[in-house]
């Protein structure tokens, strides 16, 4: 054997082993695909499923916020009612109403004088934070 032939020998045999290492990695290659190609395709059949339930839970959240919106005009329109009513309330029996508690203090009033035209004698209050205190108790009303 001469030289040539040990070294066409030497690459036949490195030429071997390297097509052997390539198609184990490739068998490998395969077979991740495979897997990969399984495991997408379990994903699918879960995450369609799952989307369908998200898509109906959206939808019964957005029927429900629809009956709110309803809700919330009707409440919106009973507050304008009530407030248009307490103005026509107020304004239909306001002035009658500030007309006789005037004629009742008056009348109250005209009552309560003694003899010479001075009234009462009442002790004077101050009211302090939702608190009634008398003051000084000698104190009177000059009329």
Avoid: C, H
Wanted: hydrophobic content about 45%.
């Amino acid at each position: 054997m001469t030289g040539g032939e040990v070294a066409g020998i030497l690459v036949a045999v490195f030429w071997a082993i390297l097509v052997s290492f390539l198609a184990v990695v490739l068998v490998r290659l395969a077979q991740t695909l495979r897997a990969t190609t399984r495991l997408v395709a379990e994903v699918t059949e879960q995450a369609v499923p799952l989307l369908a339930d998200a898509s109906a839970t959206v939808r019964s959240a957005q029927t429900q916020l629809d009956r709110v919106d309803a809700i919330a005009s009707d409440v919106q329109e009973v507050t304008s009612n009530a407030s248009a009513l307490s103005t026509t309330v107020a304004s239909t029996f306001g002035g009658p109403l500030v007309k006789v508690a005037a004629f009742g203090y008056g009348v109250r009033r005209a009552m309560s004088r003694n003899k010479d035209d001075r009234p009462a004698e009442r002790t004077r209050r101050t009211v302090i934070v939702g608190r009634t205190v008398p003051r000084a108790r000698g104190w009177k009303r000059k009329g």
